[in-house]
């Protein structure tokens, strides 16, 4: 058994923490979502895992494939109290102070207290933080809390493109949408609004009055109304 203490995302790898005869010692492991799917399909563990720092893991100690030191291998997930208490807290008080951080083209915030890290997911419409932010502090709430095992984190309060702000108006004064078709399937008609900056689909079985998308050529001009609206999905319907 061994306590997760570091774990690199883009290189795949965590290190271990684990007492050895009364010492502290630590270990480098595998941890990427390939190698738990390996790991499951070979029956050594239940269940895959995203880890992150404080996880509680079982492992086992083997020689690299080069044979010149120690790795751990078959890592699984036990327990994560910090992850828990975390939650927890979300169902309560869902506001928290952490870190900016980005790796690759992603982004994650670093919970202050835990040093946890969760994937921030960013709304298509949502102005992307800028460079000089990362390592900052922000405040993120935690999202899709009803799958422990995805949770993700957002701003707590975010920055819209004007268009979207302008299509929220819209949706709230009832005000019909010009929008160009961009692209015709048998089941959806793909329209650009707001200067191009919001996309929708219209599903033609729904459309109204009825339609079939072969009534329709892309560059048509039409109008719709913004059924609903939110940071993540945007629906529409077609109008006379």
């Known amino acids: 058994m061994g306590t997760i203490t ?7 790898y965590a290190t271990i923490e684990y007492l050895h005869n009364g010492k502290s010692k630590t270990i ?24 992150r720092i404080g996880d509680e893991v079982s492992f086992l100690l083997v020689p690299s494939p080069k044979g010149d030191k120690m790795i751990a291998d ?8 910090a992850y828990t208490n975390l ?19 992603a982004y994650f915030v670093k919970e202050t207290g835990s040093y946890i890290l969760f994937p921030l997911i960013l709304s298509p419409w949502e102005i992307p933080p800028h460079e000089s932010r990362l390592n900052d502090p922000v405040f ?4 899709n809390l009803e799958k422990p095992d995805h949770v993700t984190a957002s701003f707590f309060k975010s920055e819209y493109i004007p268009e979207y702000q302008q ?7 009832k005000t019909p949408v010009e929008a160009t078709v961009y692209k ?6 793909f329209i650009n609004c707001f200067n191009g ?37 945007i629906v529409v319907e077609k109008i006379d």
């Open 184 to 189: 015709l399937t048998p089941y959806g008609i």
């Open 28 to 51: 480098n492991g595998n941890v990427s979502e390939k190698e738990q799917s390996k790991l499951k399909e070979r029956k050594l563990i239940k269940k895959t895992h995203f880890f």
């Open 6 to 12: 570091f774990i690199h995302h883009e290189k795949n």
């Open 87 to 105: 939650l927890n807290k979300a169902a309560e008080e869902n506001r928290f102070v952490g870190y900016l951080k980005k790796a690759g083209e």
């Open 140 to 143: 993120f709430k935690l999202d």
């Open 197 to 233: 900056k919001i996309q929708a689909k219209i599903p033609v079985q729904k459309s109204k009055p009825p339609i079939t998308a072969a009534a329709l050529q892309p560059g048509a001009i039409i109008k719709v109304m913004i059924t609903y609206i939110s940071p993540v999905k």
């Open 167 to 173: 299509a929220v108006k819209y949706f709230k004064n």
């Open 74 to 81: 078959c890592i699984e997930f036990r327990f994560n109290n």
